[in-house]
Structure formats: C-alpha cells, structure tokens
C-alpha cells in the first residue's frame, strides 16, 4: 500500500476515494467490502483493512468502482454521526484565555527576536554560505506592517492626500516586519549583497536575500538569513523553515470567496517567477495513511483526518496574466518560499491518479494541509 486519499464531503455526505498500491491491478481482482467504519480491501493475496475515523459508511452505497494501473478508484455515501453538534448532547466550550501558538508561527519568531536583541548586538548572515550580509546592529523599536498588500506610502500614519511622500525617517534601529519578512535600512548592510534590477542576492552563493524596497529599504527575507549574536554565550537564530512561510502565507491569504486568486510573485534580476493558486475547495475534510510508512503485511491500517484546501496550481517563469484582478491577491516572496510552495503541492498532486491530477491546461490539483 502506497498512498491512501479520501476526500470526505459531510454536507454532501459523499466520500471519494483514490488509493495507491504498489504494483498494477485489474478490475476482476478487486474486491471491496465496506463496514460502517471500515473499508476492506480484497485484492491479489492481500487483504486490508482501512479504519476510518469519525466517519459512518453506508455499506451499500459502493459506486464507480475503478482500476487506472495501480489505482484504486471508488465512491461510497456516508451517514451523518449520532450525538454531534446540534444537540443538547454536545457542548464546546473555548478558553478565550488559552492561546496555544505553533513553535513556527511569525508571532514566536518575532519574540525570539526582540528577545535576541536585548541581550546582544548581532550581525545578519546568509543562512546558505554564512556570509557575513550586516555591520554589528541592534534593533531598538520593532513596528508591525499593516497586512501583506499594504502601501508602503500609508506606513503608521493617516494619508490625507494625493501627495507622493518622500521621506521616511526611519533609523538604523528599526525592524519593520510583516509575516515572513522584515523591512531593513540599507545603511545597515555591508558590500556582500549585489543589486539586480532590486533583486538583493549574496554575492557568494547567490541567494535571493531580499528586493529593494521603497525609501532606501531592504524587504529581507525571514527564510534567507540568521541572526548571530555578538556575544558567544547566545546561540545563533537561524533562518525561517521556507515551506512554513508558504503555509503561514496561504493560510492568512485563503478566504472562502469563489474564485478567488493568490499569486506569489518573486523577481529574480530580470527573470520573474510566479505561482498561482486557485482555491476550490476552503474546507475539505482529508482522510490518509498515517504519517509512517504504510507496509502491505499490515492487516489493519488506522487511517487519520486532517483538514485541507483543495487547490488548482500553476508555476510560470513570467507573469502569469489573469482577467478578474477584483479577486486577484498578489503577494511578494522570495524565492525559497515559491520552491518549498511548489514542492510541497507537486508532493500533494502525487495523491490523485494522473487522470484527475489536472483540470486546466497546465494547472495541477493539489492539497494544503490547513
């Protein structure tokens, strides 16, 4: 057993599921048998049995049951769950005082910083090469930037005209920061970055560090460089996980609006890569193989949930051109965020058969694990 995808729809009380084995089968050597909170699946000498969580099966309502090389393809309805949400049976109950955050999300990486830089003065490194990008600098005031399409001219204050503002006094000590980047003055660089029609890259190893930003400001990327303290009792912070930056950017950009649009848009010297993300599905419940390793001498496989967005997706090394720019969210990333993106959705495609792995012409259908 390779790759088990179930794609649960409760409101719709449908359940779609695609599952992967490891070599090809026909149709006439597939058997299923459903429970009411199991799949049996019967094929060759093997026999599985697929424990689903949460979920009621109607076991007569297998339908369009399928073989495509080594993919087993079929429908089945579900029923809704006794004793759930709408009774007086069920009752949730939020601590509005309890805030759990995630070791990785943009609010813990900006405390570790603020913490960093009252103990020490640092200097910024390139996380690939270790070069030295900075002079020793410590940042004193720390200012949150509106949202991820703010205008660079309405920073912190009400604009009340038309009028083009020039100057901004920002010091040497300020960290502007939004969710997976920070906006830095240039004077606190040294010459070991190389311009490129504002494409700021390390001029050891050429990694996309950061672009040229409005008022003689550098927009640094969190996924591209460390902060290394002056002081060797502090341990060095390292650069942001790129595929957690891709997530914590959909995540903030998804809405639930039809048709919307998210393109990440990374400028590298003259060439521009963008990625296009279409939502089609917000709110979808995923039901798969646990997270290791699923092996075909295993009689019973308990099978886990999670919650994703079902996703159309497109990679193109020039603007990708749209025609409705109302629902359209243009989003500016560097480009290690643009590849873990990419990766991370290739892996998900891998879930679907090919016949069902593209809708459009050179979209691909994916997942994102909300």
Known sequence: MELITLELRPRLQSCNAFIAVRKDLCLKNVRI???????????????????????????????MLSVIDNWICFRLQTAPLESVFGSFSTEIVTDTNTSVQSSNSPQTFLENIQLLFKTSECIILCTCCKNVLSKSINFRRFLSLPDLEYD???????????NVVTNMQLQESDYLYGSCF??????????????????????????HIGTLHAYS?????????????????????????????????????LSEILGEEIILQSSVGKQIHCLLIRPMDCKLNLITEPNHKVMNDIDTIFLQQKYVAKVLYKYGSSKITTTNYSNIKHLEVGLPIIEAGLNYLLSSTKRLPHVYRTVATDCFLGYIVL
């Not at 799949?39 to 007569?60: G, Q």
């Not at 920070?182 to 990694?207: G, P, R």
């Open 33 to 63: 048998k459903l429970l009411e909170s199991n799949i049996i699946l019967i094929f060759e000498d093997c026999r599985i049995n697929l424990s689903l969580p949460s979920v009621k099966v109607i076991p007569t309502s297998l339908s």
């Open 152 to 162: 660079p001219g309405e920073w912190f204050c009400c604009k009340h005209s038309s």
């Open 182 to 207: 920070s906006v830095l003055h240039k004077n606190i660089f040294e010459n070991n970055l190389h311009i490129d029609n504002k494409a700021l890259t390390c001029n050891k190893c050429l990694l």
């Open 217 to 253: 400001l550098f927009k640094i990327w969190n996924c591209c460089v460390d902060y290394k303290p002056q002081s060797s009792a502090l341990n060095t912070m390292n650069a942001t996980d790129p595929l957690n930056d891709f997530l914590i950017l959909i995540k903030e950009s």
